[in-house]
Every structure is written in C-alpha cells, then in structure tokens.
C-alpha cells in the first residue's frame, strides 16, 4: 500500500518562502510507472502545481513558474517543493500524488491515494 505523508506547511507573508516535503513508502522513487507532484485544492478541484518524472524532469504550472522548484531525493523517497516569494493566492491545501497519469485538473478531490494534504497561509 502506498502511503504519502506531507509536510512543511505554513503561515508566512507575502513574498516569503516555505518547503513542502513528500515522503512516500510502499513504492520506488525510481519506477518508471509514475511521477510525483504536487496538487493545490480550490473548493473541490484540484489544479496541479508542479511534477516531476522518475527521470527528474519537472513541469510547472503557469502560476508556479519562476516561483516554485520540484526535486527529489530517490534515496529518501522524498519530493520536495520549494515555494518562493510565495503570494496571497497561493494559499490553499496542498496535496502530494503519484500517479501514472497527471491530470492537470482533478475533480472531485483529493484522492484516496493521496496524502493527507499541508496547508500553506499567506497573508498580504
């Protein structure tokens, strides 16, 4: 059974940073079958924020881009995501997956097979 458990939410203000952390178990950071990620949750939907392949190749979101920064320590069953100058509408619950498949927009949401979520603040 996969397990995610996430970490590293916050409150800060606009322009700070937080780290968010991603260990996972029960699976291989190097599997070719999946990538890792990061989802965001509006009401109940979801909006993909960043991923990244078992190769280590990223994709941003539009509004991540320039901001955020995905990476993976395989070693550690862990993807991060590095969240710079981080501003108000940024504030949600985020959400880390693996999956075969990434949509961009998932609804209804979270999954089951996500984690559990962490929320991040960001205050104007």
């Known amino acids: 059974e996969v397990q995610l458990v996430e970490s590293g939410g916050g409150s800060v203000q606009a322009g700070g940073s937080l780290r968010l952390s991603c260990t996972a178990s029960g699976l291989t950071f190097d599997d070719d079958d999946f990538d890792m990620g990061w989802y965001r949750r509006a009401g109940d939907e979801c909006y993909v924020v960043s991923r990244i392949?078992?190769?280590?190749?990223?994709f941003y979101a539009n509004s991540a881009k320039g901001r955020f920064t995905i990476s993976q320590d395989n070693t550690k069953n862990t993807v991060y995501l590095r969240m710079n100058n981080l501003k108000p509408e940024d504030t949600a619950m985020y959400y880390c997956?693996?999956?075969?498949?990434?949509?961009?927009?998932?609804?209804?949401?979270?999954?089951?097979?996500w984690g559990q979520g962490t929320l991040v603040t960001v205050s104007a």
């Open positions: 392949s078992s190769s280590g190749r990223p």
């Open positions: 997956a693996a999956d075969a498949v990434f949509a961009d927009y998932v609804v209804p949401c979270p999954k089951d097979t």
